[in-house]
Structure formats: structure tokens, C-alpha cells
């Protein structure tokens, strides 16, 4: 799509978003569901799964349950409970495993771990409706665990951010003995390249919201960015600019510890979390009136009387400036700052504002303030103090 070039919305309710992408499982369906409604996607799989039949350390915590049986599992994921007993059939211990866990009392986190369980013809005890790792919890130690032998199905590797440690660690203090199974365990891809470009996106305001369908993907991108130096204005924009959207509340919990507010559908499924997205961002798109055009500013365009304008990152990059701060003057000196490759010669904010001013098709939307310098031109109804 050329530069500034208008492109008539069609109704999708996502047109002119960019969503940013992090699952690693089904992103293509993921990816399917979002530009169908309209979205630009950014993949970045922020997770590399290790496949479980090499898992040396599974097998081990695999064969050590088959010679001392829990009293408790604990299943919190589908497909981690169903990759375990997959990878045990693999080295020929599916029919040992699946007699130790059946002298157990197996809870099941929710309705995926729970077909999971039944899959591998055994039967769950309870499960929770909430879907909640913390009401797994609040249910054990209601009935207490002290001296209880109890195994624990993670889904990821252990990292300061991720909400199951802490699980197994409640666990542990409360008396029981935790066997924690290390299934669907992560590392962080190969080639980081493609999250520190998501990483960046995010942090200068490139997505209007960054998706997560798993904690380990939002450990893993939060490790990434301390490695990158970047963790704080990645912490700062998800606080207040970019949307972040997970699937359900486990996913959340890193983000939230770190008070990072996030939003979720009501049903932690993929089609669930694809259309809450299509009704989130409309609804929290800020719309401006000025010149007497209607103007959305988002992620990686413009919107204007409807119509999705692309700009170049110049030109964006100021009209991100200008639109934080609506209808009050911003400076030649701040707006040159944000400026890709900076500079000291004030004269590129002039020109990066004329072709700013031509690629919305609407020149008047941005006013120039003599020797103070430029801001939106609300109409008078939106427009505050200078």
C-alpha cells in the first residue's frame, strides 16, 4: 500500500488496527481470525516449544511418579496433560503412567485438561468453574495437604513472571510434598529478531494492542526486554497506549503483577479472544474532530472520514506527538526528537510536517502556531487550553 494513499473502510471492524501477535501454537488461525475482521497482524512467536519425547528431564520426573504414585495430580493445561501422556508413549510408558495417575484424585484446571484427562480414559475429581489456578489452590488447602504427595503439571519453564512456581511453592508451604512435571516446557526462539521488533513496535506506539495467548510468551518477551534494556518503556506503553489483550486470567497474571492492565473475553478461546479484540479497540480508539474531519489515530495509521491513510514512520511518529496531546501546542525542539534519526536542524520537522499534512489529504488538520510551533486543529467543542 503506497504511502498516504486512502483506502475506503469496508466495515471490517478492525480496519486501520495493528494487532500484535505472540502465540506460538495456532498463529496462523489466530492470525486467519484478526485480519478477516480487518487487522494488519505482527507475528513475533515470543515461545520455541521443545518437543516432549526429547525431554530428558520429563522422562525422569515421568518413571519417578510411576515408582512413588501422587495421591494428587493437578492437570492445568490440555495439551500439556495430553503431550505427557503422548511423550510416555513414545518411550513406552503410556500404560504405567496412566496406572500410577489412575490411584491418584485428579483436579483438572479447566474444560481443556479435563478432555485431556478423559482422553486418556481416566476421570477427573473436580474442577473449577472460574478456570483459575488460584481456586485449584484455595480448594487444596481447604481440605489441607500437609504430608500429601501431589504432582503438578506445569506449562512452561520457570521464570520470575510465570504464575505456576508460585503455585507449587504455595503448595510446598502449606506441607505438601510437589512433584512439579515439567511438560510443554519453552525457550525463548532462536533468532529474537522478530520479538525485538514487536518489542519496539510496542514501545513507540506501532500496535494498538499486543496479544498474548500463553504466560511463558509473556515471560518470555518480558525477559527479552530486560535483556534489550527495554522493560521499562515496554511496561510504560501496555500501562498506557497499547492495549494488552490475553486469552484469560493465567495468561494475564505477569502482566498483572507488574501492574499492567489487561483485557480478556469471557471464554479463554481463541474465536473468543479475536472478536473481544474486534470490540475492544473501536470502543477505546480515540476519535477527534478537527478541521471539520473526522481523525482516529492508530497504531501504524491514520483514519480519516473513514478512510485508512498509511504513513510513512515520520510522518507517523508526529502525529502520534501531535494527538497525545490534542489541540495543545507541541514544539518544533519535541516534535524533532521523535523524529526517526533525530537531527538538530529544526527545518525536518517543517518538511516532515508538510508531507505529514499531505498524506492525510486534509492539510488543515494540522495547525501550524507561529514561532510556538503545531498542533491538532480541534474544532472548538474538543479543544482545551493551549
Excluded at 307 to 335: I, K
Amino acid at each position: 500500500m503506497s504511502e498516504g494513499r486512502a483506502v475506503p473502510q469496508v466495515g471490517e471492524p478492525l480496519s486501520g488496527f495493528t494487532v500484535g501477535v505472540t502465540a506460538a501454537r495456532r498463529s496462523e488461525e489466530f492470525t486467519t481470525l484478526l485480519t478477516r475482521r480487518g487487522a494488519t497482524v505482527v507475528h513475533a512467536a515470543a515461545i520455541r516449544i521443545i518437543p516432549l519425547v526429547d525431554d530428558a528431564e520429563l522422562e525422569r520426573v515421568t518413571r519417578e511418579l510411576i515408582d512413588n504414585p501422587p495421591e494428587i495430580a493437578v492437570a492445568t493445561t490440555g495439551i500439556g496433560f495430553r503431550g505427557w501422556m503422548e511423550a510416555a508413549d513414545g518411550w513406552g510408558l503410556a500404560e504405567q503412567l496412566g496406572a500410577a495417575l489412575s490411584t491418584a484424585r485428579l483436579l483438572a484446571r479447566g474444560p481443556k485438561a479435563k478432555g485431556a484427562i478423559r482422553a486418556a480414559d481416566l476421570r477427573e475429581e473436580w474442577s473449577p468453574v472460574s478456570e483459575s489456578s488460584a481456586e485449584v489452590i484455595d480448594h487444596l488447602l481447604a481440605e489441607g495437604v500437609e504430608g500429601k504427595r501431589i504432582a503438578v503439571q506445569l506449562h512452561g519453564a520457570t521464570t520470575e513472571w510465570e504464575p505456576l512456581p508460585d503455585f507449587c511453592e504455595v503448595l510446598r508451604v502449606a506441607g505438601a510434598e510437589v512433584v512439579p512435571v515439567p511438560v510443554y516446557r519453552w525457550t525463548q526462539p532462536d533468532d529474537p529478531t522478530a520479538m525485538d521488533r514487536l518489542i519496539e513496535l510496542t514501545v513507540g506506539g506501532g500496535l494498538d494492542a499486543l496479544s498474548f495467548t500463553s504466560a511463558p510468551a509473556v515471560a518470555s518477551m518480558l525477559i527479552r526486554a530486560k535483556e534489550i534494556g527495554l522493560i521499562d518503556p515496554l511496561l510504560n506503553s501496555l500501562r498506557t497506549r497499547v492495549l494488552a489483550v490475553c486469552v484469560g486470567p493465567v495468561t494475564a497474571a505477569p502482566l498483572e503483577a507488574l501492574g499492567v492492565p489487561s483485557t480478556m473475553p469471557g471464554r479463554a478461546r481463541l474465536g473468543s479472544l479475536a472478536r473481544h479484540i474486534a470490540e475492544e479497540l473501536p470502543r477505546r480508539s480515540m476519535r477527534l474532530r478537527a478541521a471539520g474531519h473526522d481523525v482516529s489515530v492508530r497504531g501504524g495509521c491514520v483514519v480519516v472520514d473513514g478512510e485508512v491513510r498509511q504513513l510513512a514512520p515520520a510522518a507517523m511518529a508526529l502525529m502520534r506527538t501531535l494527538a497525545h496531546r490534542p489541540g495543545r501546542v507541541v514544539s518544533r525542539e519535541e516534535l524533532l526528537s521523535v523524529l526517526p534519526g533525530g537531527g538538530e536542524d529544526t527545518h525536518a520537522v517543517e518538511t516532515a510536517i508538510a508531507r505529514l499534512r499531505t498524506c492525510l489529504g486534509a492539510p488543515k488538520i494540522v495547525q501550524t502556531v507561529v514561532k510556538r510551533g503545531y498542533r491538532l486543529a480541534l474544532d472548538p467543542v474538543d479543544c482545551g487550553d493551549d
